[in-house]
């Protein structure tokens, strides 16, 4: 039933995956797609609004097929840091990823991504009890990434606290594109890549594969990854466009865990004896799929989609051997209609999720004969949504959206002799918004209130303190509630993007972890929680030279209850990002600063971890070895100055074993080649 053997697949997942990124490349290019679609929106918001005229915070980053080619990208953390308001924390292993951040929220999930809604290639990676797994992100395909800040469960429900949109690789102009790249670095990395995508008459095509291994800057923490996707666009004579899009993983690595203080500070690249004693990490295989269809009708805008999600999921860890079957899918429709003065958007959307979870002894990483969770977890949703827009004046349109959504979580308990823990909770909640667009020239003025919920995930509802099965009754739903104004303006050489923010979030969901069970993340609500910031980012170019600019400063604090004016852990009170490039006679080089201030590692705000300043070093070569063909070799210093930082904590951590610490300077280089 459980996957206990990732390994022996990953040789045939690059097999398959190579094939199918050379498999486009084989087929004659004929005449490029052309097909009129209507004006391009942003994914992130459901395509309610454009780039320019959202009345919220949406920050977009986009990559050419040359940076894709000439960056390493291991980590989103290497792409993503120009977006403002977006903190990621990487904890330098593949067993947990990257912790994604978006204006305080989701900074205290033990995993994955909480309270941010995630896409990849336009399936929802957020399952419908709200978390979400990276593992199918491939960073160094990332064509474009759009980030809607603001709480956004109007447009996707539960747990869209903000929403960030991936779109991995881009389809050629053009003709076929293919590329390779390989590439060696520090902590025995290697990693190999490749992509090739086609324009033939009304079809455009792309696929590709890769596969990373890691040593690991960490005892205990090596790792293997493999991703692959495809992505197919057909245009249909009607006007219709319809898509599929196909994306997977397969990760088999170790955990080290945390460190306490004087464990970080004696070796920071150390393992908690606890996690390679039991031989502690994660096997895991997700492949996700969806077929959707943009159309008109009715005078309109029709786009409509279906997608499933298959995850398996062996994860040893100290306390517990973890077995997860996972099943969801769901569909999704919205449709537009677009007037003189007005705009009316109606959405609707329904969501499965089956989980079948055990939880037994750990015997040295295998499953054990002690079994003590053996339960089956379903989640369920509906959305209904409607979104107007009124064009006030020439210069003044005003946005309304309302969503209604209804949630229900049952488990069924396989383990009966201790008692029957089945039973089932549901939930209900409604997501009302406002916004106002003032255009004035090339400058765009908003403001907007909108707001947001969050359900316990089923992971969080099962880890009951006690040790029971069943489901933790003690928890509720956090709500959120924000208003944000914001500038975005275009100049010759620059452009500027600046919002202001205040969130109120009410039945705040905070980790806390047990002695009695090392590696085990428990959550209680601990009342309300302010948040109230100013980001800005910005880019100026001039000739051959491009610098890019954020900054995020916030406040973020407990504002009822005992812990009433403490910071929240877990995030810097400040962070940003500076990039200076420069490209001329196909050498590319840049320099990018990254910087973040203290941070607390407990709610009740005893431990400070120190802010840090780090600098990247990136150069990369472009020479045109014959007609068509082009040779890239790089060439990437990370942690320039050697600094021994922490960034990622676990927030109140048992034992004071908050500390993951990144590696010292690090050196990755490598060769594109692209036909």
């Known amino acids: 039933m459980f996957n206990r053997f990732a390994t022996p697949s990953l040789a045939r997942t690059i097999l398959v995956l190579g094939a199918l990124a050379l498999a486009p490349g084989l087929a004659s290019a004929q005449d490029t797609l ?116 603001g709480p956004a469960s109007r447009f996707w429900g539960n747990a869209a606290g903000g929403v960030l949109a991936i779109e991995s690789g881009a389809f050629p102009e053009t003709g076929r594109r293919t590329s390779a790249r390989a590439l060696g670095g520090s902590d025995g990395t290697v990693q190999l890549l490749a992509e090739s995508g086609i324009r033939s008459g009304p079809t455009a095509a792309l696929a590709y594969g890769s596969v990373l291994d890691r040593t690991g800057y960490r005892e205990h923490a090596k790792g293997s990854i493999a991703r692959g996707g495809l992505r197919v666009r057909h245009a249909l004579d009607a006007g219709a466009v319809l898509s599929l899009a196909i994306n997977g993983s397969d990760l088999d690595t170790r955990s080290p865990g945390s460190l306490t203080l004087e464990q970080w500070q004696a ?53 517990a051997w973890i077995g997860l079957e996972r099943l969801a899918g769901g569909a999704r429709l919205d449709w537009r209609l677009d007037r003189d003065r007005v ?109 947001a919920f969050e359900i316990p995930t089923t992971t969080e509802l099962v880890n009951s303190p006690d040790g029971s099965s069943g489901f933790n009754e003690n928890l509720s739903p956090q709500r959120l509630v924000g208003i944000e104004a914001g500038l975005r303006a275009s100049l010759a050489l620059a452009r500027f993007d600046v919002a202001v923010y205040s969130q109120r979030l009410t039945n705040f969901l905070s980790p806390y972890q047990l002695e009695a069970f090392p590696g085990r993340t428990f959550y209680q609500n601990v009342g309300e929680v302010s948040y109230v910031g100013v980001e800005g980012a910005t880019r100026v170019q001039s000739g051959p030279w491009t610098a890019d600019a954020t900054l995020s400063i916030h406040r973020y604090t407990f504002a009822s209850g005992e812990l009433d004016g403490n910071r929240v852990p877990g995030i810097p009170n400040l962070f940003g990002s500076l990039r200076l490039a420069r490209t001329a ?91």
């Open 585 to 675: 006679r196909g050498l590319t080089g840049a320099v990018r600063m990254r910087f973040a201030g203290l941070q607390f590692a407990d709610d009740a705000n005893t431990v400070e971890i120190d802010g840090f300043v780090m600098a990247d070093l990136r150069l990369a070569f472009e020479r045109q070895v014959r007609a068509g063909m082009q040779l890239v070799p790089f060439l990437e210093v990370a942690n320039l100055l050697d600094g021994n930082h922490v960034i990622s904590i676990i927030p109140n951590a048992r034992g004071g074993r908050y500390y993951e610490g990144v590696p010292g300077r690090s050196i990755q280089i490598g060769a594109g080649l692209t036909f």
């Open 343 to 451: 705009a009316i958007g109606l959405a609707a959307d329904g969501r499965l999720q089956s989980d079948d979870r055990i939880n037994a002894r750990n015997d040295e990483g295998e499953r054990g004969a002690e079994t003590s969770v053996d339960q089956r977890e379903r989640v369920s949703g509906l959305g209904l949504a409607l979104t107007g827009d009124f064009q006030a004046s020439e210069r003044t349109r005003l946005t309304a959206s309302l969503r209604a959504d209804r949630l229900t979580v049952s488990l069924d308990d396989h383990l009966t002799g201790d008692g029957d823990e089945s039973g089932s909770s549901s939930f209900s909640a409604f997501s009302p918004a406002l916004g106002a667009v003032f255009e004035v020239g090339s400058s765009t003025l908003f403001a907007s209130v909108a707001t």
């Open 34 to 149: 052309k097909v009129e679609l209507p004006t391009i929106r942003v994914e992130a918001s459901r395509g309610a609004f454009s780039a320019s005229g959202a009345p919220t915070a949406v920050a977009i980053a986009t990559r050419s097929d040359a940076e894709r080619t000439r960056e390493p990208a291991l980590a989103l953390e290497n792409v993503l840091s120009e977006l403002p308001g977006l903190w990621l924390a990487d904890r330098s292993h593949l067993a947990i990823g990257e912790r994604l951040v978006v204006r305080g929220l989701g900074s205290r999930a033990a995993f994955g991504v909480r309270s941010v809604a995630v896409l990849l290639d336009g399936v929802l990676l957020t399952m419908p009890d709200g978390q979400a797994v990276l593992d199918p992100i491939e960073p160094a395909m990332i064509a474009r990434a759009e980030l809607l800040r």
């Open 267 to 319: 070796d920071p690249a150390a393992a908690d004896p606890r996690y390679s004693s039991t031989n502690s990490g994660k096997r895991a295989t997700q492949v996700q799929s969806s077929v959707g269809v943009t159309a008109p009708l009715a005078d309109g805008i029709l786009s409509g989609s279906v997608f499933g999600v298959k995850r398996s999921l062996d994860n040893p860890l100290p306390f």
